[in-house]
T-cell receptor
Framework: DAKTTQPTSMDCAEGRAANLPCNHS???????VYWYRQIHSQGPQYIIH???NNETNEMASLIITEDRKSSTLILPHATLRDTAVYYC???????????????FGKGTHLIIQP | KAGVTQTPRYLIKTRGQQVTLSCSPI?????VSWYQQTPGQGLQFLFE???????NKGNFPGRFSGRQFSNSRSEMNVSTLELGDSALYLC???????????FGPGTRLTVL
């Protein structure tokens, strides 16, 4: 699986959009980009995933660049409850883990400020 | 629909002992994966079970083992505990290993 690079930490004001970048310059054509987050002392929570098209769900939007070397997770209206560590994961299977497991890096600690 | 449950939530053991942790996946899910989370190493994949068979294993010693039952419930066992095994152990389930993984709250193991 390709390696990902994320900023260690970010701050965002409550009510504003939080934009979390992820670099995955060695991504292969058949690798998916997944985002998970982990709120302190809880298990990770799936947010969204995509292959090459932009994706949106009730939690967030995922913007993948045309060359697929980077992506941005967007939380449109951040709340205090969005304070968490956000993990960008690249995996070659649509299983998003499963038999191959998920490779978690250090992630980005997003702090939402009141 | 009930989420992934793990028991016990907290556990204290001493070096040399063994421990068994349990995970009940979401109803209908047949894939169960296990992860270890420590401050130093982060989240690391242990192994995954599907239909009672281990499909893949991470880079952990043989002291770490698991199994899955016909009802998809899974257990992991750690024998001859070491201080470094102190961690949060998480399990995740999915329908057939496709799509997002649903994580449980974890079992926090402390080895003294």
């Amino acid at each position: 699986d390709a390696k990902t690079t994320q900023p260690t930490s970010m701050d965002c004001a409550e009510g504003r959009a939080a934009n979390l970048p992820c670099n995955h310059s060695t991504i292969s054509g058949n690798e998916y980009v997944y985002w998970y987050r982990q709120i302190h002392s809880q298990g990770p929570q799936y947010i969204i995933h995509g292959l090459k098209n932009n994706e949106t769900n009730e939690m967030a939007s995922l913007i993948i660049t045309e060359d697929r070397k980077s992506s941005t997770l967007i939380l449109p209206h951040a709340t205090l409850r969005d304070t968490a560590v956000y993990y960008c994961i690249v995996t070659r299977t649509i299983s998003g883990g499963g038999a191959d497991g998920l490779t978690f890096g250090k992630g980005t600690h997003l702090i939402i400020q009141p | 629909k009930a989420g992934v449950t793990q028991t016990p939530r907290y556990l204290i053991k001493t070096r040399g002992q063994q421990v068994t942790l349990s995970c009940s996946p979401i109803s209908g899910h047949r894939s169960v994966s296990w992860y270890q989370q420590t401050p130093g190493q982060g989240l690391q994949f242990l192994f995954e079970y599907f239909s009672e068979t281990q499909r893949n294993k991470g880079n952990f010693p043989g002291r770490f083992s698991g199994r899955q039952f016909s009802n998809s419930r899974s257990e992991m066992n750690v024998s001859t505990l070491e201080l470094g095994d102190s961690a949060l152990y998480l399990c995740a389930s999915s329908f057939v290993g496709v799509g997002e993984q649903f994580f449980g709250p974890g079992t926090r193991l402390t080895v003294l």
